[in-house]
């Protein structure tokens, strides 16, 4: 098996469209056959949160299919969430499909900003008591209901 990050046979980058409700991979040609995926050949499909491996083995469960003589694979890519670019490495035996590198650095930025943010205090409203930001009803002289606009 070819560790991923060795050099490819092949590597390109796709743009997902979204067919039937989902963003599918559509692989066919020159590239799957010379990496051994060919017509009727199976092979097993298993997902990570950033990577879908498609690996030739005689117990898979999915097989190549064809059209026009040339091999295609098919499948969803919904695994790796909302994307719309994604790299493809050819290795013998073997296809990695992960998040294209810039949407994944975008992705992973995007997730510190916003973990960044829950931590961010909002300074319109009061925290917690303090002297310049007094409840209401503490404002208010007795007898009289505390509202907001009221100034005494």
Same mark, same amino acid.
């Given at each position: 098996?070819?560790? /991923?990050?060795?050099?490819?046979?092949?590597?390109? *980058?796709?743009?997902? @469209?979204?067919? #039937?409700?989902?963003?599918?991979?559509?692989?066919?040609? #020159?590239?799957?056959?010379?990496? $051994?995926?060919?017509? $009727?050949v199976?092979?097993?499909?298993?997902?990570? @949160?950033?990577a879908?491996?498609?690996?030739?083995?005689?117990q898979?469960?999915?097989?190549? @299919?064809? #059209?026009? +003589?040339?091999?295609?694979?098919?499948?969803?890519? /919904?695994?790796? $969430?909302?994307? @719309? /670019?994604?790299?493809?490495?050819?290795?013998? !035996?073997?296809?990695?499909?992960?998040?294209?590198?810039?949407?994944?650095?975008?992705?992973?930025?995007?997730?510190?900003?916003?973990?960044?943010? *829950?931590h961010?205090?909002?300074?319109? #409203?009061?925290?917690?008591?303090?002297? !310049?930001?007094?409840?209401?009803? /503490?404002?208010?002289p007795? +007898?009289?209901?505390?509202?907001? +606009?009221?100034?005494?």
């Open positions: 098996m070819a560790h /991923r990050h060795s050099n490819p046979t092949h590597l390109i *980058q796709r743009t997902l @469209s979204a067919h #039937k409700g989902a963003r599918r991979l559509w692989l066919e040609g #020159k590239r799957l056959a010379d990496i $051994g995926f060919s017509d $009727g199976r092979y097993e499909r298993t997902v990570s @949160s950033d879908i491996v498609l690996r030739l083995t005689p898979g469960d999915r097989r190549v @299919s064809h #059209k026009a +003589g040339r091999p295609v694979v098919d499948t969803l890519t /919904r695994n790796l $969430g909302d994307v @719309s /670019r994604i790299q493809v490495a050819f290795y013998p !035996g073997q296809v990695y499909v992960s998040v294209h590198p810039t949407d994944l650095a975008i992705r992973d930025r995007l997730r510190r900003l916003n973990r960044k943010e *829950q961010v205090v909002d300074h319109d #409203k009061p925290q917690q008591w303090h002297p !310049g930001h007094q409840p209401w009803h /503490r404002l208010a007795e +007898g009289r209901d505390a509202q907001p +606009g009221w100034y005494g």
